[in-house]
């Protein structure tokens, strides 16, 4: 390199310098404010798939009568251990809830637990997504955190037996489930205001199946661990029966052959507490929740049934039992 | 802000120019502007998870869009964008030709970056920067999910336009006195690379297409409901984004090479296994795309097949390290800035390779996979290494932009807060991970060693982003005051450095 070519160096000067990072920091601060401030603007639409395919059943239009204005005041509750999920109104658990056709419903839900959750009107209680009336307060990705009330006015628009339910998913299967019946009214709406709660009994879940008693000090049971096809509903099957109670005298034999017929694994056992997998008697366990029977295989176990009383036999992978695997052991 | 020679040029000139140099600093400055934008989105995730719940963000959605932007940036917006102006500036002084092969396409390379960056940022995508089906495509909102979509095809095509760009530069335009066994190892690590991106990226931009007709409803590649595999994207993904994988790191360990004999004042120790090792690199990139995937039920061979495959990165990537721990034995080291980083980056290349070696083996990836170790990991890669010896570059060529120098004691201090701060924020990340911390989560239990990682790794990002914050601003401040950099030698240590003249501009 010669001297001559060294004086061709030109070297910003600071103020020619400064300028350009000013014009940096400009656009950037600019970029990073219209960025942000708009950052909602577009992802205001669901995925065009599924703007199509809610246009596509296009229903005429029916004339709804008016119906009139009902308000109903619901919590969210959950039992201490969070098995237990429901609806609460006036004291009353997931009550039927029914409307006329028509009718202006406003629904003022608080989130009493220390779980989100979110309400929706829906067809299919195992679908949250089937949301009908508008009627959703929240939703899945987006529930009522602890603590929160929120409220939901909506117009029945079309007769049915609905469901209302939690839309997080799992909660409307741990109980988090009412009726919601929209009954077709001729004119002007007949029933009076506050009738349309009933009661309802609170949904116990003591289903007195079909029977299955032992005679003499053996008794031999043949059992099934059966799916239903989307998994959400799980039951044992012996002899075609879904979940029969077992009764036997104290100091019985019992021996169980247990096939698992579904896709998922499973176990069993007898337990004293049917919310508790690890509260299993007698003995009475075949596999376990870290070790269950895999689909396909089979095993049986024989125990002796010695301490009377109202027990359970359950499925032991956890959540199971909750799905409906499950049915009363009775030692008499 | 930028040495120039003969006359000074209006900033439109500059702008607009299809010069190499011009449109490398164009990039340069591109790529620093979006690791402080970036940065900021980081600072935001790690101030997120300062406490378990809302911390400053309110809304769960809000926490994943800020993550994929995160992510995208830094990939596409921040290392793309680097590794493409250190090229422009480089590899036609290495390889003795006036300007790159296609000066205009070049410009245009850089000008689509602009345009794909608006769609990013504008958007917030919120599907993660891997946009994994069938959360993508059947309830992601639009159209920020089309913009993230179209965008990053943008960026595709001037990724495809700069490596065809270098290719023939470098095999074509090379000065035919000069045969390619004799060129720098860096032009090695680009010419390599730009093979690996012309193969790897079609896939990706094949998927992209799939994924966006899959959302208008048209199609259902990976959609189940229509019959589709969501799996089928994975594949297509992985077998773009793990090659891509190392055409992020390659370049970076060229530039290690373009530092590291300079400042040892030593030749390459063995410069043939250096150019072999960077040939099995380019391969193996190919052949261990999903060990990503070694959790979606892979066939136990499919997996060891994998498994093996990612193995042999191990003994190309240690022939790279020794190479260099050769050239610095016994040189005369000059630790200034670049080597200090240079070395730091060495030193957390080879911790992120022994995780790598951990999340490949199939019994300990099923403890790892989707934990923050795999965070800490890839971070460790590409913030480690990859960034630190990226800072170190931009220090060792500064003064070739602006004919100034910098500090070389606020230099130090950079090196020590990004340094440390890298090691504390990922290490960490790692623990959190073996600790059963989730990846991507807006919250976390509040277990006291939970929050207490989590608060340590903050911390320790808070560091980082100081010095990055501090190296930025103060390049900034040295391009326009900063001391005359003596344009033969200017770190002082006898070796030949780039010949500013080649910034004369010719067209």
Redesign the interface.
């Known amino acids: ?1 010669t001297t001559e ?2 004086n ?7 103020r ?6 000013a ?2 920091l400009i ?2 601060v600019v ?2 404010a ?2 942000l401030a ?3 603007v ?9 703007l ?2 809610k246009q596509q059943p296009q229903t005429p239009v029916e004339t709804i009568p008016t119906g009139e204005k009902r308000t109903f005041n619901l919590v969210f509750k959950e039992s201490e251990d969070f098995t237990q999920l429901w609806f609460e109104m006036d004291g009353v658990k997931n009550p039927d809830i029914e409307v006329s056709l028509g009718d202006e419903i406003t629904i003022n839900i608080v989130n009493s637990g220390l779980m989100p959750h979110a309400f929706g009107v829906v067809s299919d209680p195992n679908d949250v997504n089937s949301v009908i009336f508008n009627s959703a307060i929240g939703s899945a ?2 529930p009522l955190s602890p603590g929160m009330s929120e409220s939901a006015t909506f117009k029945v628009t079309k007769p049915g037996e609905y469901y209302y339910i939690c839309l997080v998913p799992g909660h409307a299967l741990q109980g988090m489930k009412g009726k919601f019946i929209v009954k077709e009214s001729k004119g002007s709406a007949v029933t009076t205001p506050g009738t349309g709660i009933e009661t309802s009994t609170p949904t116990s879940a003591e289903t007195s199946g079909p029977l299955i008693v032992a005679e003499g000090n053996t008794l031999t049971i043949d059992m099934q661990f059966k799916e239903s096809e989307d998994f959400a509903q799980l039951w044992f099957e012996s002899n075609g029966e879904k979940n029969p109670t077992i009764k036997v005298k104290a100091g019985t034999q019992v021996t169980i052959n247990i096939v698992n017929s579904g896709l998922m694994p499973h176990a069993f056992g007898v337990v004293s507490d049917p919310n508790d997998v690890n509260s299993v008697i007698f003995n009475s366990a075949i596999g376990s929740a870290n070790k269950p029977l895999l689909s396909n295989n089979s095993a049986s176990t024989t125990f002796t049934a010695d301490k009377p009383g109202e027990y359970y036999y359950i499925c032991l992978v956890p959540g199971h039992a909750l799905q409906g695997m499950k049915g009363k052991f009775i030692v008499e | ?8 040029r209006p ?1 439109w000139e500059i702008l607009f120019s299809t010069h190499h140099t011009d449109v490398a600093l164009l990039y340069l ?1 591109t790529s620093i ?1 979006f690791i ?2 970036g940065g900021a989105l980081a600072m935001t995730i790690r101030t997120e998870l300062l406490t378990p719940g809302p911390t400053i963000m309110d ?3 809000l926490f994943n ?1 800020v993550f994929t932007v995160h992510a995208t940036t830094m990939l596409f917006l921040w290392i793309l964008p680097f590794i493409s102006a250190i090229g422009n500036y480089l590899i036609p002084i290495l390889v003795r030709y006036k300007d790159m092969a296609y000066p205009r396409v070049n410009a245009v390379a850089y000008w689509m970056i602009p345009p794909g960056a ?1 769609l990013i ?6 599907g993660g920067w891997y946009a994994y089906p069938p959360y993508s ?9 089309e ?1 993230w979509i179209f965008g990053l095809k943008i960026l595709g095509i001037s990724s495809i336009l700069g490596a065809i760009n270098f290719i023939v530069t470098i095999l074509k335009c090379k000065h035919p006195d000069l045969p390619l066994m004799k060129t720098s190892l860096f032009v090695w690590s680009i010419l390599v690379t730009s093979f690996m991106t012309l193969v790897a990226i079609p896939p990706f931009a094949a998927a992209l297409i799939m994924l966006y007709t ?4 048209l199609s259902g590649f990976f959609d189940p409901n229509a019959g589709g595999d969501p799996i089928a994207y994975q594949h297509l993904f992985w077998f773009t984004f793990h090659p891509e994988v190392y055409i992020f790191l390659l370049p970076a360990v060229g530039m290690a090479y373009e530092i590291i004999p300079k400042f040892s004042r030593k030749p390459i120790f063995s410069y043939g296994s250096g150019v072999i090792a960077f040939g099995i690199l380019m391969i193996i990139g190919f052949m261990s795309w999903a060990h990503h995937m070694l959790a979606t039920g892979l066939s136990f061979a499919e997996k060891t097949v994998f498994m093996i495959g990612t193995l042999a990165a191990a003994p190309s990537s240690s022939m790279h390290i020794f190479n260099w721990i050769a050239t610095m034995w016994g040189g005369r080291l000059k630790l200034a800035a670049p080597l200090k980083f240079t070395i730091g980056g060495i030193m957390l290349f080879f911790s992120a390779g022994a995780g790598g070696v951990v999340n490949t083996t199939l019994p300990l990836d099923f403890i790892t996979h989707d934990t923050y170790w795999v965070v800490g990991h890839f971070h460790l890669m590409l913030m480690g290494t990859i960034s630190m010896i990226f800072f170190g570059f931009t220090y060792y060529i500064f003064p070739f932009v ?3 120098m910098y500090n070389e004691k606020i230099a130090n201090v950079t090196f020590a807060l990004i340094f440390t701060g890298t090691i504390i924020v990922f290490t960490m990340h790692h623990i959190l991970g073996l600790l059963g911390m989730p990846r991507r989560i807006y919250d976390y239990i509040a277990d006291p060693d939970l929050i207490l990682g989590n608060q340590i790794a903050s911390i320790g990002a808070y560091l980082v982003g100081i010095g990055v914050a501090i190296l930025v601003a103060h390049l ?1 401040i040295a ?3 900063g001391k ?1 950099a003596n ?2 030698d200017p770190f002082g240590i006898g070796e030949q450095y780039y ?3 080649v910034k004369e501009p010719h067209h």
Do not use: H
């Open positions: 390199m070519s060294k061709l160096i030109i070297k910003s000067s600071g020619r310098t400064a300028k350009g990072i014009i940096i656009v950037m970029g990073a219209i960025s708009y950052k909602d577009w992802s205001k639409y669901p995925p065009l798939r599924v199509n395919q990705n987006k | 802000m930028v040495l120039e020679v003969k006359k000074p900033l400055i502007v402080l934008m809304d769960p959605a869009r608006a940022w504008l958007g917030w995508f919120d495509i059947i309830s992601s909102p639009g159209p920020s999910a913009m899959d959302r208008l409803g602006t004919g100034r900034a391009a326009a005051r005359e344009m033969e010949d500013y003249r």
